[in-house]
């Protein structure tokens, strides 16, 4: 029987490490975790519904980390979703509520706090939270994709496959280690130096400079890294 290690190559799929597997062609990542914790869950159920609404998105910041591993929590699971008009909207929202959501700004129930939500958060590119559950923390932070960026991590995202089950949609790790840079704090250079150090073996180098020259920032940090590992 066939064990692959980390670095290991075959065909177009490379194994990072004995429960992370990239197929690069096909830019599907194949993840198993002996058990889940809440933001996975969290981040699962919402992810779900927005593919049964046909609705396309990413996941971007924290999470990503905490999905792979990093062993911190988070308050909230970034989502950015396409742009969609106040029917759609309406609609999806009667779904999340079917599947156990709520809306933590207004009443998700009530079509007209639907529509003041859309109005006065969504449109104004301000994001609304939704909560699953009891579960108020972590709860999901629900914005549409206004920037270039934002349509970029939608239009490039990568697909996990998490214990052969669910279906999570992640930004660009280039794009994503960048912009965890970019934020700064101690907390999101952690991210980016896990994510760069768990993903070095197909990583775009050139890309993440790129990434950076655009943001503005220096990505000596992750160098440093790359040649310390």
């Known amino acids: 029987m066939f064990i692959a290690k980390a670095g290991d190559d075959v065909g177009s799929v490379i ?3 004995g429960n992370i597997a990239v197929d690069v062609s096909r830019r599907f990542i194949t993840l198993s975790k002996k058990s889940l914790v809440t933001e996975d869950i969290v981040a699962i159920e919402f992810a ?84 699953y559950r009891d579960v108020v923390i972590p709860n999901i932070e629900f914005r549409f994709a206004k920037t270039l960026l934002h349509k970029y991590s939608i239009e490039n995202s990568l697909v996990v496959i998490l214990n052969n089950r669910y279906r999570i949609r992640i930004a660009p790790l280039e794009l994503q280690i960048a912009y965890k840079l970019f934020m700064g704090s101690n907390k999101d250079v952690g991210d980016a130096v896990f994510l760069y150090t768990l993903f070095k073996p197909i990583l775009q180098r050139n890309e993440i400079r790129g990434w950076c020259e655009q943001l503005g920032i220096d990505c000596s940090l992750l160098e440093e890294v790359a040649e310390s590992g």
């Open 48 to 131: 779900s519904t927005l593919d049964e609404v046909g609705v396309s998105y990413t996941v971007v910041a924290g999470y990503v980390a905490i999905l792979f591993g990093r062993s911190r929590r988070s308050d909230d699971i970034d989502f950015i979703v396409e742009q969609m008009d106040m029917d759609s909207f309406l609609d999806l929202c009667r779904v999340l509520r079917e599947r156990g959501f709520d809306v933590m700004q207004g009443d998700i129930c009530d079509p007209g706090s639907l529509r003041r939500l859309y109005e006065r958060y969504l449109a104004e590119a301000y994001a609304v939270r939704f909560m």
């Open 15 to 17: 194994y990072i490490s």
